[in-house]
């Protein structure tokens, strides 16, 4: 019975459905890439492509396992669709190395070259394009230097098990080194592991600096908590990261990489082919700096005027108010 | 087809579990480890010009190695097997991210020249250059890596060329398990795992026994890990999430199908499961999700397939055996009256 079973499923598995498809994957589902999908959804319907009218959307995410990753790509290509999506850097390179022929969308991909996902940024021959979610490392530095001028070392937090995090980190390194700033790593691969080094080298840090880690994108609310404490800044190249406790923020808006995103799927389910479209990130006016004053003052920090006159996000008296 | 690839190399992977849980019966955690190593060494190496064949021997060579600390950890210091393997794979994590010298490290493709620049350089500035007057940064030209032209083992094209090198990879390694197991010293290490006590008196220690026994499993471990990295075209540091449960899924599978059978069939019971067991995954990833089913679920589900798999093995062997079926032809009959 169970042999027979088992036989009859084996079957089902190779047949298979072909539909005019757009399948989606992302490593794991978190704010920053759940805004992504949505960008990339709602510039879709936008363009009249809707889910289960005229196309179908086929949505898995890998949970944060790698060999789910793998599985997931291998899956979609079976499913031959018109476009696949790929989020974040492994759910992108399993797609990448899967296929040679269907066309791939990457997003929120930090360094895709390095990932060996395109040869280079622009047109590249080939079935791949995407768009970055490389942040302004150095200015954010800079900003940090800016806001407080008698910091001497800065405490960068990540996760030595991303890749993204760690190419933000040598980023970062070389600002500090132009501008004669000591760096200390706090590393964890886990949120306990992440704030038991916090804890452990917070007394030896003026400033905290976070990339788009995101490990510790969900342990903010210790580290802020401990941050605060200790009265040390946090500066962060993501804005929501920076609203948990940061006092600047300075980077992109996930939605708006969705919908860049968006627009190249679109452009492809049009028929355009993935070698005339150009991998690139998005412009300086999409950034957004972010500035709580309210941190501001608890820290005893004097925000210089000048960056509250470019800030677009500004939280005061707990309110935050678009400029 | 890519269903069929992948499963034979999961199944290879299970191979090696099959040799620890079932013939010399000590259950390896080692494996999560391992098989992350096997993969992280096989594309270091690729990355380091060695080539493809020699990346993947390197790979089963370094599995076996961690494969016979945990056997040492084990018989000399006396520590349970299960600690001994999660200290290991354990180790492995760290050890693993320095072989890859990071996170994640992708299988070279055909590349030229390449460079990491930074947003500043690429986008021409963020807009708030003006606020900074001296904490300046001039940026400097950044040395560019030059990566080497490869060749990958595999294709990735599904033309079946991929299918016949992995499926001559397993029979090459099923071949000689088979000749090891049947020589004398390959006797010993089977009685081993039925009966330990038994193999004293022989006067031949059970510590080397367990040792080697590790040492092959892992061994071949190592090489599927070698192997699922060059397939899938990069090696990463959660690649061997989950593996020992994944391969203890597949041999129970391939078990089942197969029944009883004689010793070398019994090998081949892990490639059969493992195969089943990715057509199992990617169907549930396929129509799962209409039942709100997930693929991060699966784990879930392995596990307790495993646990069901157990638990009725252990009914069927007692005296309720005869009980338990009575009773499911009664919810049987019972369910049928009432459609």
């Not at chain 1, 917070?202 to 580290?223: L, P, Q």
Request: net charge neutral; proline share 3%.
């Amino acid at each position: 019975m169970k042999r027979v079973l088992v036989c009859v499923v084996l079957l089902l598995g190779v047949l298979g459905l072909s539909l005019q498809t757009v399948a989606i994957t992302a490593i794991v589902e978190h704010p920053a890439l759940d805004a992504v999908r949505e960008g990339i959804i709602d510039v879709l319907i936008e363009n009249g492509f809707k889910d289960g009218e005229n196309i179908k959307i086929d949505f898995q995410s890998a949970q944060g396992s790698v060999s789910t990753a793998v599985a997931i790509a291998k899956q979609f290509i079976s499913l031959n669709p018109a476009v696949m999506i790929g989020i974040a850097t492994p759910s992108a390179q399993a797609l990448v190395n899967a296929t040679k022929t269907i066309p791939i969308v990457f997003s929120a991909v930090t360094d895709p070259v390095s990932a060996n996902l395109v040869p280079s940024f622009g047109k590249n021959p080939g079935n791949v394009v995407g768009i970055s979610d490389m942040t302004p490392v150095k200015t954010q530095i800079q900003l940090l230097k800016l806001a407080i001028p008698d910091v001497k070392t800065i405490g960068i937090i990540y996760n030595s098990g991303e890749a993204n995090s760690v190419t933000i980190r040598q980023f970062a390194k070389e600002a500090c080194d132009a501008l004669g700033l000591n760096i200390i790593d706090i590393t964890g691969s886990t949120t306990v592991e992440m704030i038991a080094s916090l804890n452990a080298q917070i007394k030896d840090v003026d400033a905290i600096y976070i990339g788009t880690d995101n490990t510790a994108a969900s342990s903010m609310e210790s580290i802020s908590t401990v941050a605060l404490r200790e009265k040390v800044a946090i500066v962060a190249a993501d804005i929501d990261i920076a609203r948990t406790g940061g006092l600047i923020g300075f980077g992109f808006n996930y939605y708006q990489i969705g919908r860049s995103t968006g627009d190249l799927v679109v452009q492809i389910l049009n028929g355009v082919s993935p070698s005339e479209l150009e991998t690139k990130i998005l412009g300086q006016e999409s950034l957004i700096l972010f500035v709580n004053t309210d941190i501001a003052e608890q820290l005893a920090i004097n925000i210089p005027q000048s960056i509250l006159d470019r800030a677009d996000l500004v939280v005061e008296d707990g309110v935050e108010k678009t400029r | 087809m890519a269903i069929l690839e992948q499963g034979l190399i999961i199944g290879l992977m299970a191979l090696g579990v099959y040799i620890s849980f079932r013939i010399v019966d000590l259950p390896d955690l080692t494996t999560d480890g391992s098989f992350a190593l096997g993969a992280a060494v096989a594309v270091r190496a690729l990355v380091t010009g060695i080539p493809a064949w020699l990346a993947i021997t390197l790979a089963a060579i370094f599995g076996a190695v961690a494969g016979s600390v945990t056997g040492m950890i084990h018989r000399k210091f006396k520590v349970n097997v299960l600690l001994a393997g999660i200290l290991v794979m354990t180790m492995l994590y760290s050890v693993n991210l320095r072989v890859m010298g990071g996170p994640n490290l992708p299988v070279p493709r055909v590349v030229a020249e390449k460079s990491t620049q930074s947003f500043e350089e690429m986008s021409g500035g963020t807009g708030l250059e003006d606020l900074f007057g001296e904490l300046e940064i001039k940026t400097q030209g950044r040395a560019l890596k030059t990566g080497s032209v490869v060749k990958n083992i595999f294709n990735n094209d599904l033309n079946g060329s991929d299918l016949l090198l992995i499926i001559f990879i397993i029979s090459t390694v099923i071949i000689l398990l088979t000749i090891i197991l049947r020589s004398d010293p390959g006797m010993l290490l089977r009685a081993f795992g039925s009966n330990p006590s038994g193999i004293v008196a022989f006067g031949v220690s059970q510590d080397t026994l367990a040792v080697v026994g590790l040492t092959m499993s892992n061994f071949i471990v190592g090489l599927g890990g070698g192997l699922f990295a060059l397939y899938s075209g990069f090696s990463d540091a959660t690649i061997g999430q989950g593996m020992v449960v994944t391969g203890l899924a597949s041999v129970i599978m391939g078990e089942i199908l197969l029944g009883r059978v004689k010793f070398f069939y019994g090998l081949l019971s892990p490639i059969i499961g493992g195969v089943i067991y990715q057509t199992l995954l990617s169907l549930a990833m396929r129509y799962g999700y209409r039942i709100g089913f997930l693929a991060s679920d699966m784990k879930l589900l392995t596990a307790v397939f495993i646990i069901v798999v157990i638990g009725v093995r252990q009914i069927s062997t007692s005296d309720g055996k005869r009980k338990v079926k009575q009773e499911v032809k009664r919810l049987w009959s019972n369910s049928k009256i009432s459609q």
